[in-house]
């Protein structure tokens, strides 16, 4: 688009006005088609009939929002007021997700005791101290201690368990041991090992 030093200037002291705009924009020389002319009137007009309709509608001095409310507004959820943060985590995170995760971990601590068994006995290993997760209810307090971490950061991860009231978390300590969670921490497998490409 070609502006002429009169608009530069204009654009520049900040004087410029709708006129001087549309007349730029109405008498640019480059080479627009006719079928681009054409749509762009087309639009002007479409767009020149669309009238927006104001309202007031006011209840007791409130603006009536049960009009608004009919067309959603976004996630729903059937959950009690004063429900706890938990409630809605496990609303995104169902028990058949965790049902997965425990038998994923499980067999994933399978395949490396039996991918690396024979390489503990000759450095005097011999006891496999994976036991394998239960119940859903140990994961979710593995997560839960994980979500935790995230938000109070300590240097090292055996720090959430130690006796010194300046690092430990007590409602970690309570929750799961430490040796159990790292045990987790260190198998804990979200994919099936089985379907897994290589």
């Known amino acids: 688009m070609t502006v002429s ?4 200037a204009k654009m520049m002291a900040g004087q410029y006005s709708l006129a001087d705009v549309s007349f730029i924009l109405n008498n640019d020389p480059g080479d627009e088609t006719d079928e681009n002319k054409a749509n762009d009137e ?13 309202t007031e509608q006011m209840v007791n001095g409130q603006i009536d929002l049960k009009q608004h409310q009919k067309y959603g507004g976004g996630p729903k959820h059937n959950l ?3 429900s706890e943060a ?3 985590f496990k609303m995104l995170f169902k028990n058949d997700m965790y049902e ?4 994923n971990t499980n067999k994933y601590a399978e395949f490396v005791k039996s991918a690396t068994i024979d390489k503990w ?4 290993i011999k006891k496999w101290r994976w036991k394998p997760i239960e119940d859903i209810e140990e994961l979710f ?21 130690s006796s010194n009231p300046m690092l430990g978390n ?29």
């Open 5 to 8: 030093a009169t608009f530069q």
């Open 100 to 103: 997965k995760i425990r038998e």
């Open 121 to 124: 006995e000759p450095i005097g």
């Open 141 to 161: 307090s593995f997560i839960a201690i994980i979500l935790i971490m995230g938000i109070a950061k300590l240097p090292r991860i055996k720090d959430y368990w």
């Open 42 to 54: 087309e639009a002007a007009n479409s767009a020149s009939t669309f009238k927006p309709s104001w």
């Open 170 to 198: 007590d409602k970690v300590k309570r929750t799961l041991a430490r040796d159990r969670f790292v045990d987790i921490y260190r198998f804990f497998h979200i994919s099936d090992r089985e379907n897994e490409v290589s």
């Open 86 to 88: 938990g409630d809605y």
């Open 80 to 82: 009690p007021v004063g």
